[in-house]
């Protein structure tokens, strides 16, 4: 069974730094590309981040660059969101995704 | 970055009856390689997205054949034969054809 198990969510205060990390199973890791996309409370879904399967090549969206960082370790399955100078605009479900299948998502909220 | 636009966004329909969402980027999403790629997703109330449809028109596996997809180019269409209770929720559009991969808003299907 495919599963993607994201942690490390949770209440941070503006400035502060945060690492989410997906642990998956159920299909070859090593072989996807894997993306963070996050929502919003109420609100649409926003792609944040990618790392590719192969060399590692890493994307990101505008609103988060030169913030947040990911990165994957292919000998434990797990992908990692590094999030740095947090912002309120950053409170979100955060999810981990190849697309094909999704996680059921860590919150972080970003609050004083 | 390519803007999705989906219509409409709120879409109520009676049960049995048939539905159709549309969604328009703003550049063709024809991959160099041929591909268009171009997906639907769904996110019932409370749960993480689940990927429905991919590539315009080739559906993931266990969904009902009664959602079908179609378009080319710039213009997509998600079609549900025949609307069930469980088919409420938000359909999402996505292309993946151009860096960064873009989401539609979301169109709300409701039961009339």
């Known amino acids: 069974e495919v599963q993607l198990l994201e942690s490390g969510g949770g209440l941070v205060q503006p400035g502060g730094s945060l690492r989410l990390s997906c642990a998956a199973s159920g299909f070859t890791f090593s072989t996807y590309a894997m993306s963070w996309v996050r929502q919003a409370p109420g609100k649409g879904l926003e792609w944040v981040s990618a790392i590719s399967a192969s060399d590692g090549t890493t994307y990101y969206a505008d609103s988060v660059k030169g913030r947040f960082t990911i990165s994957r370790d292919n000998s434990k399955n797990t992908l990692y969101l590094q999030m740095n100078s947090l912002r309120a605009e950053d409170t979100a479900v955060y999810y981990c995704a190849p697309f094909d299948f999704w996680g059921q998502g860590t919150l972080v909220t970003v609050s004083s | 970055d390519v803007v999705m636009t989906q219509s409409p966004l709120s879409l109520p329909v009676t049960l049995g009856q048939p539905a159709s969402i549309s969604c328009r980027s703003s550049?063709?999403?024809?991959?160099?390689?041929?591909?268009?790629?171009f997906n639907w997703f769904h996110q019932r109330p409370g749960q993480s997205p689940r990927r429905l449809i991919y590539k315009v028109s080739n559906r993931d596996s266990g969904v009902p054949d009664r959602f079908s997809g179609s378009g080319s180019g710039t213009d997509f269409t998600l079609k549900i034969s025949r609307v069930e209770a469980e088919d409420v929720g938000v359909y999402y559009c996505m292309q993946g054809t151009q860096w960064p991969p873009t989401f539609g808003q979301g169109t709300k299907l409701e039961i009339k």
């Open positions: 550049q063709s999403l024809v991959h160099s390689d041929g591909n268009t790629y």
